[in-house]
């Protein structure tokens, strides 16, 4: 059999029903998976490339399901704050500032991180998602965009931004089946009714999905409440948005009766466990949106809020937070917190037809992980050692789409130091650079 890429000899993690297969093996074909099994029982396969992955744990890539990743920009810029001093003192401010090129390079700092650390397709929210489009590209991510949109109390506003964003899916959605779009509303409270009516139609329209924060905070969720006499999620269930395509990140302050209603439309939730501890915003309760039946994915959420795009990382604190709030080691064992990055991830955007799972005729994202570390050894489960103990540095090689993006932890797309370079001075020149009236929230809001 012909293949263009084969994978041997390593333990593979399907996450599907074929479970663990040790001594497995891959091949690749036309960017698809077209074989996956024993070693042993395989036929015998004739490929351009052959990967020896002895040694090696072969799994999905994993799936960032909340980020901005243009913020790398930001990392390190604001800290110990919570959130509405950090975004209303330091962030706003700044991306007041950003221009496009800013964005372009901050997004590819992002994708090779991520990259470099095993994550193979991110759900983004941003201003010029094209330019993150564009980085995505040119680093061979898979990617869902989500261009943001506000009203601030100014209706032109919310108009000109959704029609900006409509920009973004016609040109953009579904383009080389690496592209998606969704439309991004920023949050309930920072977006009218009217502006939360407008997209729910434009989703109709062009069927993509939403992708907004709900009840991040405490503050937010009573100002809401206070300001329409429910809660958010009653507000968007009012206005038809709690839809299967709707992705909320955070999902922090819920009554049981949101959760139960949540349930019921078959949200989408995006967990960020790390930024949610560094802001101090609260801990989200996992266990019963999963005991509800909830779908729930993980998220970094933007690097100036976390500081890291590494999955491993917020996988980790995704176990453990969970564990300390219930006060139960038992609560979001390891191979669930894995199938959260990876085929329930896939879930969440609405791509699982596609990846999320090592599986026949899925799209080859998959990632092996160099287990010949100490801290990864004796191995005895495999999905304890990925949650608990693996770090994104372990991550050796990348393939997305069928194509190798990194190979022995060398990225293979673009030049690393020349964007972290470029990147490092977009930085610097955004601290002291002028406001620009009309390129990001900041500028929208004054």
């Not at 950003?98 to 992002?110: E, V």
């Not at 990140?249 to 949200?267: F, G, P, R, T």
């Not at 560094?278 to 801990?283: I, N, R």
Request: aromatic share 6%; hydrophobic share 45%; glycine share 8%.
């Amino acid at each position: 059999m012909k293949a263009d890429i084969v994978i041997c000899g390593c333990k593979i993690l399907t996450m599907s029903h074929l479970d663990i297969i040790d001594q497995g093996i891959i091949a690749i074909k036309d960017g698809l998976i077209s074989y996956v099994g024993r070693e042993a029982e395989a036929p015998t396969f004739e490929a351009s490339e052959v990967i020896d992955a002895r040694g090696n744990i072969a799994m999905p890539g994993l799936i960032n399901c909340h980020t901005h990743v243009a913020m790398t920009l930001f990392r390190g810029i604001a800290e110990d704050k919570e959130l509405s001093v950090w975004l209303k003192e330091t962030i706003w401010p700044l991306e007041s500032k950003l221009k496009p090129s800013d964005i372009y390079y901050g997004a590819l700092l992002g994708c090779i991180e991520m990259v470099k650390s095993g994550t193979t397709c991110f759900l983004d929210m941003y201003f010029h998602e094209d330019m993150v489009a564009k980085a995505a590209t040119e680093v061979g991510m898979r990617c869902v965009l989500s261009p943001g949109i506000i009203d601030a109390g100014r209706k032109m506003l919310g108009r000109i931004l959704l029609k900006g964003a409509i920009k973004i899916i016609e040109k953009l959605h579904e383009l080389d089946g690496r592209i998606y779009v969704m439309l991004g509303p920023h949050a309930v409270y920072s977006c009218s009714p009217s502006l939360l009516e407008l997209i729910r139609e434009k989703t109709i329209k062009y069927n993509v999905g939403v992708h907004i924060h709900l009840a991040e905070t405490e503050a937010e969720t009573l100002n809401v409440k206070r300001a329409y006499g429910k809660s958010e999620v009653e507000l968007l269930n009012d206005l038809g948005l709690l839809k299967p395509n709707l992705v909320a990140a955070h999902c922090i302050h819920l009554s049981d009766q949101d959760i139960a209603l949540m349930a019921k439309n078959d949200v989408k939730v995006a967990y960020n466990p790390v930024s949610n501890m560094k802001l101090s915003s609260g801990v989200p309760r996992v266990k019963d949106f999963l005991d509800a039946g909830l779908i729930v994915g993980l998220g970094t959420d933007g690097p100036a809020s976390n500081n890291s795009l590494d999955m491993f990382d917020t996988m980790k604190f995704a176990a453990l937070l969970q564990k300390a709030w219930y006060r139960d080691p038992r609560v979001l064992p390891a191979k669930k917190v894995v199938e959260m990055a990876t085929i329930d991830g896939a879930r969440v955007l609405g791509l699982e037809k596609m990846v999320g799972s090592i599986e026949v005729g899925k799209r080859a994202d998959i990632i092996l992980i160099d287990v010949n570390k100490p801290h990864l050894a004796p191995l005895h489960d495999v999905y304890a050692a990925l949650v608990y103990s693996a770090r994104g540095g372990d991550v050796d090689t990348v393939i997305i789409d069928g194509k190798i993006v990194m190979k022995g932890g060398k990225l293979e797309t673009v030049n690393e130091g020349d964007i972290i370079k470029k990147a490092s001075e977009a930085s610097q020149g955004l601290l002291y650079r002028k406001s620009v009236r009309g390129t990001s929230l900041e500028g929208f809001m004054k």
